[in-house]
């Protein structure tokens, strides 16, 4: 099991996907739990799920009101085949197809109520009253999670003022400020995404916040993966074919690479 880091090893793998969708029929998570072990001799040291971990469409077939919930057990059960279901070992942020605000068709799932999903992924975390951001402290990385679906019923992102005064409050913390500093999120802050739906509103103000003080920002929602730079953030696009595996050797010492996922599953 991966309790704890050896804080004495010189370098620390953190490994991110996102946009895995999963459906009843689909090994995603399988394969990219085995892909982590093949690819790392030393092991991952923890995993990143950048949301959209489920994809529950009404009327397609299987769909039944109830489904997200039977995909996150599934989700639970290969973690924890593979030893990563715990909060030391793995993260996760919602993504706008994990939740359903309206629950007319579907069940419904608020950012909190996913997070007390996955309850267990967020033991070492400290959680606020308000859920979202969350921090928890990895080895030598400082992971900043972010719910960045609030107010907002399609896929456009939206992150909030209240969420952006706590990420600049953990990001002055000193047990923060000593480490690598890792933002998580569902939605790009990009310019570069174009696309009306794609686009995290308040990305502008999520920026300035963390300029210079973060070491990356991981997030999915595109599909596609790539590193880019854009005011200064280091912003890694994470997606459901690639791992992008993160070196970690020291503060801001992280050599970046990217893996495909042996789907040897499905
Ligand atoms: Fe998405």
């Given at each position: 099991m991966r309790q704890e880091i050896n804080v004495m090893r010189k370098q620390t793998y953190l490994a991110a996907v996102s946009d895995l969708?999963?459906?009843?029929?689909?090994?995603?998570?399988?394969?990219?739990?085995?892909?982590?072990?093949?690819?790392?001799?030393?092991g991952v040291d923890h995993l990143i799920l950048g949301g959209d971990l489920v994809s529950r469409i009404p009327f397609r077939r299987g769909f039944t009101k109830k489904g997200n919930s039977v995909l996150f057990a599934k989700a639970k059960q290969d973690l924890k085949a593979y030893g990563f279901y715990n909060s030391l070992a793995t993260s996760i942020v919602p993504g706008n197809h994990d939740l359903h605000l309206l629950g007319i068709l579907r069940e419904q799932i608020s950012a909190p109520g996913f997070l007390r999903h996955f309850k267990k992924l967020h033991e070492s975390a400290m959680v606020t009253e308000s859920y979202y951001p969350w921090v928890k402290l990895v080895g030598p990385v400082a992971l900043i999670g972010i719910?960045?679906?609030?107010?907002?019923?399609?896929?456009?992102?939206y992150i909030?003022?209240?969420q952006i005064w706590k990420i600049s409050d953990i990001l002055d913390r000193t047990d923060v400020r000593m480490r690598c500093p890792v933002l998580i999120l569902h939605h790009s802050p990009l310019k570069r995404v174009?696309?009306?739906?794609?686009?995290?509103?308040?990305?502008?103000q999520f920026l300035k916040a963390i300029r210079g003080r973060v070491s990356v920002v991981l997030c999915g929602h595109t599909?596609?993966?790539?590193?880019?730079?854009?005011?200064?953030?280091?912003v890694i696009h994470c997606s459901k074919d690639v791992i992008a595996l993160l070196r970690?050797?020291?503060?801001?010492?992280?050599?970046?690479?990217?893996?495909?996922?042996?789907?040897?599953?499905?």
């Open positions: 969708h999963l459906d009843q029929d689909s090994n995603r998570l399988r394969d990219v739990l085995w892909s982590c072990e093949e690819y790392v001799e030393s719910d960045s679906t609030s107010k907002t019923l399609g896929a456009t992102g909030g003022n209240r174009k696309r009306r739906l794609k686009r995290l509103r308040d990305s502008e599909h596609v993966h790539g590193a880019y730079r854009e005011q200064g953030v280091r970690i050797e020291g503060k801001d010492k992280i050599h970046l690479s990217f893996r495909a996922v042996k789907y040897e599953y499905t």
